[in-house]
Nanobody, 116 residues
Framework: QVQLVESGGGLVQPGGSLRLSCTAS????????MRWYRQAPGKERELVAH????????NYADSVKGRFTISRDNAQNTVHLQMNSLKSDDTAVYYC?????????WGQGTQVTVSS
C-alpha cells in the first residue's frame, strides 16, 4: 500500500522557519517526482513546490520563491520542504504527494500556522 507520512508542522512566529518531512512507502520512490501542496482556509489547493525524481529539477510557486526549498533523500524515501521567513499568508495545511500515471497519492496533511 502506498503511504505518505508527514511531520514537522506546527506554530511559528512571522519570520521563523520550519522544515516539513514526508516519508514514502509502497512504491519506487526514487522513480517518482514529488510535490508539496498547501490549502489555506477558504482557498483552493495550491502547488507550492515540485522536485524531479533525481532531485535535479525544482519548481516553486511565485509566492514562496526565495524562501522555501524542496529537497529529497532517495536513500531514505523522504522529501523535505524547508520554509524560511514565514509569513502569516503561509498558514495552511501542507500536503506532500506523489503524482503517478494513473493516480496521485496524498499524505494526510500537516498544519502550519504562522502567527504572533
Amino acid at each position: 500500500q502506498v503511504q505518505l507520512v508527514e511531520s514537522g508542522g506546527g506554530l511559528v512566529q512571522p519570520g521563523g522557519s520550519l522544515r516539513l518531512s514526508c516519508t514514502a512507502s509502497g512504491f519506487t520512490f526514487s522513480a517518482s517526482a514529488m510535490r508539496w501542496y498547501r490549502q489555506a482556509p477558504g482557498k483552493e489547493r495550491e502547488l507550492v513546490a515540485h522536485i524531479s525524481s533525481a532531485g535535479s529539477i525544482t519548481n516553486y510557486a511565485d509566492s514562496v520563491k526565495g524562501r522555501f526549498t524542496i529537497s529529497r533523500d532517495n536513500a531514505q524515501n523522504t522529501v523535505h520542504l524547508q520554509m524560511n521567513s514565514l509569513k502569516s499568508d503561509d498558514t495552511a495545511v501542507y500536503y506532500c504527494c506523489a503524482p503517478m500515471t494513473m493516480y496521485t497519492y496524498w499524505g494526510q496533511g500537516t498544519q502550519v500556522t504562522v502567527s504572533s
